[in-house]
């Protein structure tokens, strides 16, 4: 069985917590708690006839008081982005966060996830942003750590494009 470490960035609050947490264990909970450093988890899924088992790096979010430790990004096969829909500011965060992050490990399979879409009509991003992620090329998905919408697709692409 392979193993893959798979690293979950973003902006404080963006529901990286709660996508984890929803993907591993099919669960949503309203309340916010706050990641200090890291919290890990694992999930095994069979891709086609390869058994994988992910390690999913719950990565406490950045602002402007704390930035992301990098060294807990070494040994990544990949990693997930995280935008929060309704905080149009979260999508600027991850776009200086992904230079960041490859510059510290290099280029790597990783995936953009517009998470909330359950409160699309809140969106502070719109039409306009998603062209620009298209024109740098980066794969994208909606998704809603509350519903479950598109969670599991979303972590089952980024596994199809690690191996």
Partial sequence: ML???ICMVGAFATGKTSLVARYVQGIYSDKYQTTVGVKIDR???QLSDQELNLI???IHGEDEFQKIKMSYLRGSAGYILVVDGTRRDTLGSICNLQSKVEETIGKLPFIT???????????????DDLDALSQKQWTYRM??????LGVEECFIQLAQMII
């Fill in 3 to 5: 193993q893959k470490k």
């Fill in 43 to 45: 999930k095994t899924v």
């Fill in 113 to 127: 996830i517009i998470n909330k879409y359950d409160l699309s009509q809140d969106w502070e991003i719109g039409d």
């Fill in 56 to 58: 999913l790096w719950d």
């Fill in 143 to 148: 998704a809603s750590a509350r519903t479950g």
